[in-house]
């Protein structure tokens, strides 16, 4: 578990950085009045995530490398924090709907029913806690793995 230490760390602040996140869309309204934001506006986290993995990434090169990192190692990192991130998604989840925003569900089934974009039940059948737990964690795996090649490749320092 110590050869893991930082992994297991960024993964836990990914987690703490994603809540803050929700938290921001919730005061923004993206999961109520404004809720038509949501899907365009969501995705800014994405810029959040990267910014998380490079220093994940620089912190694991400087303190656990000696300052020099393959592009090996940093996609490894990467990957071990994925994994974290992966696993504690069902968790976060029921965290984000459960307590941060549990009215989110019934808002966004309202919304895609009224603007036409699904039939009730279809909405139901995808916006629910099951289905976010499932997305959250293989929506983690892929993007994360993504993420890590090339945040590996912009942060691997060979020695001179």
Do not use: C
Not at 121 to 135: D, L, P, T
């Amino acid at each position: 578990m110590v050869k893991f230490k930082t992994e297991l760390k960024w993964g836990l602040i990914f987690i703490a950085v994603l809540f803050l996140w929700m938290i921001f869309e919730k005061l923004m309204g993206w999961h109520g009045e404004n809720i038509e934001s949501h899907a365009t506006m969501t995705n800014f986290f994405a810029l959040i995530a990267v910014v998380v993995y490079v220093i994940a990434f620089l912190d694991k090169r400087k303190n656990d490398y000696g300052g020099y990192m393959t592009w090996t190692q940093g996609f490894m990192t990467g990957f071990y924090i994925t994994v974290v991130v992966a696993v504690l998604s069902p968790l976060a989840q029921w965290i984000i709907h459960g307590l941060i925003s549990p009215e989110y569900f019934e808002n966004i089934i309202d919304y895609s029913v009224q603007s036409g974009q699904m039939s009730r039940s279809e909405a139901r059948g995808y916006f629910n806690m099951k289905s976010y737990m499932i997305q959250g964690s293989l929506g983690a795996l892929m993007m994360g793995v993504v993420t890590s090649a090339i945040v590996a490749a912009f942060t691997m320092k060979k020695p001179k």
